[in-house]
C-alpha cells in the first residue's frame, strides 16, 4: 500500500512537471519526489517486477526501430564504437586519476567508482570485492547527474511515434505474449550469471529478429506502457537514495561530482571531435558515449526524437564488452569460495 501511494503521488508530481514544460517532468518529478518520500519518511518501496518491466518495454520499443537497419548501417557505426571505447577508457583513467591522486582514495574504491558499467554490475562487484560506501555514492551521483543533466539538454518531443491508436489483432497479440515470454525466460538466464540490464538486451535482439522475419511489422509500443516505464525507472532511481544518508553524500559528494563531471565532459569533448570527423549528429554521438544509465538515456533519447537504435546499439556494445567481463569475474570469485 505504501508503495502504490507513494507511486501515485509522484506520478501526480511528475505529471504536473510535464505539462508545465519541464524537459522529461514526468522522470524527474518522479525521481525527486520518490526521494524525499524515502528519505523523509523511510519508506521502502517493492518494486521486485519494476526494473524488469522498464528493460522489456523499452527494449521492444527499440527493437521495433530495427527496421531499417542493414550491413550499410552497420559498417558506418564501427569507426563510433570504436571511438567510444578509447572515449570510455579515457574518461576512466581521467576520474579514477582525480579520486586516486587528488581526492586520496584507494586503488580498488578508485577503479570500482569510475566503473562505466550499470549500477547492477557494480552492486554486485562492491559485495565480492567489499568496497566502500563512497563508491555507491559516486555512482549514484553518476546516475542522477546523466538523468538532470541529459533531460534539460534536450528537450522533450512528440511521442506519438510511440503511440498505437490501431486495433490489436490476435494473431499480433500472441506474438507479442511470445515475445515477452521469450525475452524473460533468457533475460533471467542471463541475470543469474550477473549481466546487468538483461531483460533489455534480450528485447532489443528478440524484437530486431522479429522485425527481421516479418512480425510485428506494424505494431508500436503504446504510449501509456511508456509512461508506466518511465514512472517506475523515476521511482528506481529515487529509491535508491533511502540507504545513504545526507553525511554520507556530503561527505564524498564532492570528489564524486568532480569524478562524474571529468567523465561527462570527458564523453562530450569526444562527441565533438567524433561528430566533426564522422559527420554525426554530436548530441547523439554524446548520449551514446555517456558511462552508462541505459534506461534513462532510452527515455529520454525516445522523448527526444533522436536516433535511439543509434545510441542504445553503442550502450549494448558497451554492456557486452565491460559487463560480461565482472560477471565472470564474479562468477568465479563465487566458484572458489564454495569450493
Not at 567508482?113 to 554486485?124: E, Q
Not at 534536450?154 to 503511440?163: E, F, K, R
Not at 550477473?194 to 528478440?206: E, H, K, N, R
Not at 508500436?220 to 545513504?244: E, N, R, T
Request: glycine share 8%.
Amino acid at each position: 500500500m505504501k508503495t502504490l501511494l507513494c507511486l501515485l503521488i509522484a506520478t501526480g508530481v511528475g505529471t504536473a512537471l510535464q505539462y508545465a514544460g519541464i524537459p522529461h517532468g514526468l522522470l524527474l518529478g518522479t525521481i525527486f519526489t520518490t526521494a524525499l518520500i524515502v528519505s523523509n519518511m523511510r519508506v521502502s518501496l517493492t518494486l521486485r517486477f519494476g526494473l524488469g518491466y522498464v528493460q522489456i518495454v523499452l527494449g521492444i520499443a527499440t527493437g521495433l526501430m530495427f527496421k531499417s537497419w542493414d550491413s550499410q548501417t552497420v559498417a558506418a557505426m564501427l569507426p563510433s564504437l570504436g571511438v567510444m571505447l578509447l572515449c570510455l577508457t579515457v574518461q576512466s583513467a581521467l576520474a579514477g586519476f582525480w579520486l586516486f591522486s587528488v581526492s586520496g582514495w584507494n586503488r580498488k574504491d578508485s577503479l570500482l567508482a569510475v566503473y562505466p558499467g550499470a549500477l547492477a554490475a557494480v552492486f554486485d562487484l562492491l559485495e565480492s570485492e567489499r568496497a566502500s560506501s563512497k563508491v555507491i555514492v559516486v555512482h549514484l551521483i553518476r546516475l542522477l547527474s546523466i538523468t538532470v543533466l541529459v533531460s534539460v539538454c534536450i528537450p522533450g518531443q512528440s511521442d506519438a511515434v510511440l503511440a498505437d491508436n490501431s486495433p490489436l489483432v490476435m494473431s499480433t497479440v500472441l506474438t507479442l505474449l511470445s515475445l515477452i515470454a521469450l525475452c524473460i525466460l533468457l533475460g533471467r538466464v542471463l541475470l543469474n550469471v550477473g549481466v546487468p540490464a538483461p531483460f533489455m538486451l534480450t528485447a532489443i535482439v528478440l524484437t530486431g529478429a522479429s522485425i527481421k522475419m516479418g512480425y510485428l511489422q506494424a505494431f508500436h509500443m503504446p504510449l501509456w506502457s511508456v509512461d508506466a516505464a518511465v514512472v517506475l525507472l523515476g521511482a528506481l532511481i529515487g529509491s535508491k537514495f533511502k540507504d545513504i544518508s545526507l553525511k554520507e553524500l556530503v561527505r564524498h559528494g564532492r570528489a564524486g561530482l568532480i569524478a562524474v563531471a571529468l567523465m561527462l565532459l570527458t564523453a562530450a569533448a569526444f562527441a565533438v571531435v567524433a561528430g566533426r570527423v564522422l559527420g554525426s549528429d554530436t548530441v547523439s554521438l554524446w548520449l551514446a558515449y555517456m558511462p552508462g544509465a541505459i534506461e534513462t538515456i532510452a527515455i529520454v533519447a525516445f522523448g527526444g526524437g533522436l536516433n535511439v537504435v543509434f545510441i542504445l546499439t553503442h550502450h549494448l556494445v558497451r554492456m557486452v564488452m565491460l559487463h560480461f567481463t565482472p560477471a565472470l569475474i564474479v562468477q568465479a570469485r563465487r566458484g572458489q569460495e564454495e569450493a
